[in-house]
T-cell receptor, first 111, second 113 residues
Framework: EDQVTQSPEALRLQEGESSSLNCSYT??????LFWYRQDPGKGPEFLFT???AGEEKEKERLKATLTKKESFLHITAPKPEDSATYLC????????????FGEGTQLTVNP | NAGVTQTPKFRVLKTGQSMTLLCAQD?????MYWYRQDPGMGLRLIHY???????AKGEVPDGYNVSRLKKQNFLLGLESAAPSQTSVYFC????????????FGNGTRLTVT
């Protein structure tokens, strides 16, 4: 059974204080790992897809990395507008169209 | 270009009542999905469709039915609502089934009393 565990559950940062969110996964053959951002009352918004260990992708203050067991979302010099819940999901080779989501990390960036 | 639109945004039902959630996408995507999001559970797939006229069961299909009569629309029905179906429901669509990001609507918050 595919499993995704995100940590921490919640994270409070001061503006400019860099940190990382973790997504640990167990999957029988990874097709892709997805990161989404979800604002309160909204649907998840796609950020990145990572396909293989060693891959990295960046977007503004966010950088996602992937190993064979986990992915990190690094946030550099965050701003209050980065406050959101960040979701990680995996798609396995044997799962067809199904994504397995983690429970998310709720990030709050204080000014 | 609205993306994925869900209606209604909020709904309160009594146990045993029925309702249909509507999802429309204007991106010409073949694949559409219904998820539910519950605290401590993450997003879970209810049903999905790989094209007009097709539907398939996801992870938690019991108590729900779906229809995809038109490519742009995906309907989720609850025939006899139960309190356990209190949740936030998200519709999503994608261009491909493999390694294609999901585009989500903004959800329907359903409360069953």
């Amino acid at each position: 059974e595919d499993q995704v565990t995100q940590s921490p559950e919640a994270l409070r940062l001061q503006e400019g204080e860099s940190s990382s969110l973790n997504c640990s996964y167990t999957v029988s053959g990874l097709r892709g790992l997805f990161w989404y951002r979800q604002d309160p009352g909204k649907g998840p918004e796609f950020l990145f897809t990572l396909y293989s260990a060693g891959e990295e992708k960046e977007k503004e203050r966010l950088k996602a990395t992937l190993t064979k067991k986990e992915s990190f979302l690094h946030i550099t010099a965050p701003k209050p507008e980065d406050s959101a819940t960040y979701l990680c999901a995996v798609q396995a080779e044997t799962s067809g169209s199904r994504l397995t989501f983690g429970e998310g990390t709720q990030l709050t960036v204080n000014p | 270009n609205a993306g994925v639109t869900q209606t209604p945004k909020f709904r309160v039902l009594k146990t045993g009542q029925s309702m249909t959630l509507l999802c429309a996408q204007d991106m010409n995507h073949e694949y559409m999905y219904w998820y539910r999001q519950d605290p401590g559970m993450g997003l879970r797939l209810i049903h999905y469709s790989v094209g007009e006229g097709t539907t398939a069961k996801g992870e938690v299909p019991d108590g729900y039915n779906v229809s995809r009569l038109k490519k742009q629309n995906f309907l989720l029905g609850l025939e006899s609502a139960a309190p356990s179906q209190t949740s936030v429901y998200f519709c999503a669509s994608s261009y491909r089934v493999v390694n294609s990001p999901l585009h989500f609507g903004n959800g329907t918050r359903l409360t069953v009393t």
